[in-house]
Every structure is written in C-alpha cells, then in structure tokens.
C-alpha cells in the first residue's frame, strides 16, 4: 500500500495550496502603501478584514481540491500520512516562509480528519524548523550618526519616501532630533559606535505607518518606532519618535489590529522584534504582522511545554462568574480559557451560535487598542492531573457538553483564549485614589473609543473589562457586542402621570435595540464616589445625544484616529 500511495503529490497539493494563499495574503498587504499615500482609510480596514478571511477560505479550497484530485477512502488512510508529513518536510525545507508552511499544513489535515487523530507522526505538533534553518539576516538598514543626529535623520528620510511628499520634514527633523536627545542619556548621542537600525519595510495599520528599528552601542540597545501620518491634503506628517520599551510593546499589543509588512523572512523579522521587545512571546509578535495562525501554533506549542515543565494545574479565574462563558486558566501561564455555558442566566438574550458569531466578529474588527485578541481552539485535550478538582466540577457542572473526562485525560471541545488581565473591578477594589481616577479615565475613554470605531460593548458592567500590565483598560467580554449603528439611542420618556412617575414597570415601549443611556450609572457604578467621579470625567456617556453624534459621523464615513502612543506635544487631530 505504501509503495503506491502518492504522498509526494498529496504533498506538492497542500504546498500549493499554501502558495496561492501565500500570493494574495501579499497582494493585500503589498496594497497597504498605496491604501496609506492615497488615505483609503475605509478600503484599508476592508483589506484587514479580507486578510484575516483568507486564511480558512484558502484552506476550504486546498481541501476541496484534494477531494476532488483523490478518493476520499485514499485520503483518509491516516496510517498513511507520516508519508506525506516527511515529502512535505523535503518540499519546504529551503523555504523562506517554512515555519508558516508546517502551520498551514497542520491545517489542512485538520481540515480532513478528525482531532482525535491529531498526533506528531502525521502533523508538526513540534516544529522541525530550529534545527535546519539556516540563519539568514533581516533586512534592515543601518545608519551610524558618528556625532551627526541630524544628518542620520535626514538620511533616514531620504530613504523612506511616498508618493505624498512629507509636509514639514525640515521641521519634524528638529523635532525628532530633540526627542531623540530627550529620550536617551547625553553620552549615548555622542557614542561613535551609536547606529540606528531601521526594518526595511515600513509597518502599515489603520491611519498610520511606521518605521520600525532600534539603536544601540555596544553596550546598550533601545527600541526604535517613528509613526507617521498622511493628513489628507497637508501631507505626510512624521508625528513621534518612541524608545520606550513598554510603549513599543503598547504598539504591537494583542488589543490592535494586525500590522501589514512585506516579510520576506518572517522567522527573521521575528528574531528581530524579539531583540526589541524581548517581554513579548513569538506567538503574539508571528500575530501583530497578520500571521495569526502561525501565532496559534506557537501558542499552542508554549502551553504544552509549560504544561509538561510544571506544576501548574488550571483553576477557575478570578473575578465575577460568567452568566455566558466560564473562564479558567494557569496561573503561571498569562491566559484565560473560555468556554460556552449549556445554560445562561435568564437576562441574557442570547444563544450559543449568537456567542460563537459575536466573538469570531472581534477578529475583523478593529480593535483600536481597546479589545483582545481571542484565538479559537477546538478539541483541545489536557492531562486530568493538571486540573484542580474544584475547576474541573465547576467545568463539568456548567458545560457537560464542551468538557468531559476520558479516563486520564480532560477534552475542551471549544474555547477561546484570552491574554488574562486583572478585572476592572477587582483592580479597584484595591487601588488608591489616583489609581481609580486614572482607571475610570481610561475606561471611559475605552468606551468612547470603541463606540467611534463603530462598536458598542452592549453590557459595559466594571467586571466585563480588564487592566493590563501597562494599566489600560481592556474591553473582553463580547456575548453582547453589536455595531454602535445597529443601537437606537433614546432618552427615556417625561411620564405622562403620577402613576407613570410610581410604576415599576416602564410606562413606554421598548424595543430590542433600544438603549437608554440614563440608565448607565447606577447600571455600572455600585460605589456613589465613583459614579461621580465618572460622571465628572465622562457625563456625556449619559446622554443619548452623545450615542447619536458618533451614530452619524460613522454614517457619514469617518475614521478616527486612536494613537497607540503618546504624542508628546501634538495634539490629536
């Protein structure tokens, strides 16, 4: 049966396939620089969604095609595919791009066969890529002031041009230059071994592009990010440089939309963002630039590894328990798991599919810093060891039909994954009286943002957000999600008696999309001061007018912007 069974052409198949996917995933991130010179905001958030959709519509179409080049009884001889896994392993081994390629082969199998026989002989649950790869150099660009800032920055813009002129280089030069000072220590500008180091390739997401490197001596490195902006009709603007660390990492969060960048060699570009910002995991940086499967595999491999080097047993996350979903995770592993409920609590609205479509919409959305990242997983399977008993009963109890022990092993049939945050109203519970003013800040504003990128949370309650390590806040919980246009904002109608004033019930009709932003504050504030301070900071949010303006400035196809960095010294426009 083996000597006959063409695993070699099943092979050429799955890699062809993976080229086509290959050729329009660049095609649309090649249009980013054309979409940024000519300001087609709204094709550019069309082209984030499409990129994000081709993957699985690429896959569905490899597998129909293996359907139809081979029968499926010859298909499904599993015993067969450690074959098609090593032709494969020959045919990609002197690629460029060969990490992503295991991933998309792993899903094409999936695509065919069922998980339960998901096992390393027939898919690369463990990459085989560290071990053949040879190193190979990032394309960057390298500039050495040698005393000279100015000049380098100059330099540096001579060779990173567009279409659009820049609108006062002479005087976003001088500012650069004094950021620049401002940022480091006087004797690192006057090192001469000081060299800035810039990716080739400019970064594009939403409104912005960015030049992305670091600088370094030879005893010390920073990360390098100058934003840019085109302000229609005026130019384009160079609007900041960030050394910062934490800043950087704020830029490529798991709350953004993913950057488009020509990558020829992605395990490179990643080694070099890795230098960067060495806090952050591969599997988040692989998803910053839009390869977010392969970000899947890379997770996945880091929880199985984390699984099999510790102790750590999941446990029941902290916080207000879920009337939709319930969350568990590891407490040494910075991820929450989420599972569908069997049965919600009796104010929820909602079914199971309903979920299911609300959560997988967050992906093609942006999320203006203010959502996370969710990946979805199906069939995941878990030593019962690595459970505490009492998450294991609560899981049990509450989902019968996604969790289920088969002897020394726990299938999680559906979940997603989550970067855990601390609840909002957890973190406030214990913070101090400049941290909750901040706080309730930056959720007001999370609120606003979202609204203005045409999202509206729907339940806004203090438990459904999250604070991050950097302290913004996070919106999570999406079972109510819905687009801002798809609300109808209403202020609550002047009783027409007395007894319309006492009534317990209200007095007017309410329709399914109706919301009444009056009833926001004792709706998300228990504690008095904070629904004052709130109301100080954030009032609007109470008025219907507010919902209607935002309503009527996306209508009319505006896109704002939301600055994943701080301008110092620029105002938002």
């Known amino acids: 049966?083996?000597?006959?069974?063409?695993?070699?052409?099943?092979?050429?198949?799955?890699?062809?396939?993976?080229?086509?996917?290959?050729?329009?995933?660049?095609?649309?991130?090649?249009?980013?620089?054309?979409?940024?010179?000519?300001?087609?905001?709204?094709?550019?958030?069309?082209?984030?969604?499409?990129?994000?959709?081709?993957?699985?519509?690429?896959?569905?179409?490899?597998?129909?095609?293996?359907?139809?080049?081979?029968?499926?009884?010859?298909?499904?001889?599993?015993?067969?595919?450690?074959?098609?896994?090593?032709?494969?392993?020959?045919?990609?081994?002197?690629?460029?791009?060969?990490?992503?390629?295991?991933?998309?082969?792993?899903?094409?199998?999936?695509?065919?066969?069922?998980?339960?026989?998901i096992s390393d002989g027939c898919m690369f649950i463990h990459t085989t890529r560290p071990s053949l790869r040879r190193a190979r150099a990032a394309q960057t660009r390298s500039y050495r002031p040698q005393g000279d800032l100015s000049a380098t920055l100059a330099q540096v813009f001579a060779d990173y041009r567009f279409s659009e002129d820049y609108a006062d280089l002479a005087g976003d030069l001088r500012r650069l230059e004094a950021q620049l000072r401002e940022n480091l220590p006087d004797w690192v500008c006057k090192d001469p071994e000081l060299t800035l180091e810039l990716f080739s390739s400019v970064l594009y997401r939403n409104k912005g592009a960015y030049l992305v490197g670091r600088i370094f001596t030879h005893e010390e490195q920073w990360p390098l990010v100058i934003p840019l902006l085109h302000r229609e009709g005026r130019g384009i603007q160079i609007d900041a440089l960030i050394?910062?660390?934490?800043?950087?990492?704020?830029?490529?969060?798991?709350?953004?939309?993913?950057?488009?960048?020509?990558?020829?060699?992605?395990?490179?570009?990643?080694?070099?963002?890795?230098?960067?910002?060495?806090?952050?995991?591969?599997?988040?940086?692989?998803?910053?630039?839009?390869?977010?499967?392969?970000?899947?595999?890379?997770?996945?491999?880091?929880?199985?590894?984390?699984?099999?080097?510790?102790?750590?047993?999941?446990?029941?996350?902290?916080?207000?328990?879920?009337?939709?979903?319930?969350?568990?995770?590891?407490?040494?592993?910075?991820?929450?798991?989420?599972?569908?409920?069997?049965?919600?609590?009796?104010?929820?609205?909602?079914?199971?599919?309903?979920?299911?479509?609300?959560?997988?919409?967050?992906?093609?959305?942006?999320?203006?810093?203010?959502?996370?990242?969710?990946?979805?997983f199906a069939d995941f399977r878990f030593p019962l060891s690595k459970f505490d008993p009492a998450c294991l009963e609560e899981l049990l109890e509450v989902a019968p039909s996604t969790v289920a022990v088969d002897g020394e092993t726990v299938l999680i049939r559906h979940c997603w994954t989550e970067r855990r945050m601390t609840p909002l109203n957890l973190y406030l519970e214990h913070a101090n009286e400049a941290q909750v003013r901040e706080a309730l800040e930056d959720y007001g504003l999370a609120i606003k943002q979202l609204a203005a990128a045409n999202i509206f949370p729907g339940d806004m309650l203090l438990k459904n957000f999250g604070v991050t390590r950097h302290g913004r806040v996070v919106f999570y919980d999406y079972d109510e999600i819905c687009f801002l246009t798809e609300a109808n904002f209403r202020r609550i109608p002047a009783p027409r008696t007395p007894e319309d004033e006492m009534a317990s019930e209200p007095w007017y009709s309410i329709g399914p999309h109706d919301v009444f932003p009056e009833e926001f504050p004792p709706f998300l504030f228990a504690d008095a001061g904070q629904r004052r301070l709130f109301d100080q900071l954030h009032g609007e949010l109470y008025n219907a007018d507010y919902w209607k303006g935002l309503q009527d400035a996306i209508r009319a196809g505006k896109i704002i912007d939301v600055f994943p960095y701080r301008r110092k010294g620029l105002e938002d426009e």
């Not at 000597?3 to 799955?14: E, G, K, L, V, Y």
Request: charged share 25%; glycine share 4%.
């Open 243 to 376: 050394t910062d660390e934490a800043d950087v990492s704020i830029i490529f969060s798991f709350t953004r939309s993913y950057f488009m960048v020509d990558v020829p060699v992605p395990a490179e570009f990643i080694g070099f963002l890795k230098r960067i910002l060495p806090g952050k995991h591969i599997a988040e940086l692989y998803t910053s630039i839009g390869f977010y499967k392969h970000g899947k595999s890379e997770f996945y491999r880091a929880l199985i590894n984390h699984l099999a080097n510790t102790d750590d047993r999941f446990i029941m996350a902290p916080g207000v328990r879920g009337m939709v979903m319930s969350v568990f995770t590891l407490p040494g592993f910075n991820t929450v798991f989420k599972i569908i409920k069997d049965r919600f609590s009796p104010s929820k609205n909602v079914d199971r599919a309903t979920v299911i479509e609300k959560y997988r919409l967050v992906k093609s959305v942006d999320r203006v810093g203010r959502m996370a990242d969710t990946q979805e």
């Open 1 to 117: 049966m083996s000597q006959s069974w063409p695993a070699a052409d099943i092979a050429r198949m799955i890699l062809e396939g993976f080229d086509d996917y290959r050729e329009h995933f660049r095609q649309i991130t090649d249009g980013a620089r054309q979409r940024f010179e000519q300001a087609q905001w709204q094709e550019a958030q069309q082209a984030s969604a499409a990129r994000i959709n081709l993957y699985e519509e690429k896959v569905g179409e490899t597998v129909a095609r293996l359907h139809q080049a081979f029968s499926t009884e010859l298909l499904m001889e599993v015993s067969q595919w450690p074959l098609v896994k090593s032709a494969y392993i020959s045919l990609i081994d002197l690629r460029f791009d060969d990490e992503l390629s295991e991933t998309w082969y792993n899903s094409i199998f999936c695509g065919l066969f069922s998980h339960d026989l």
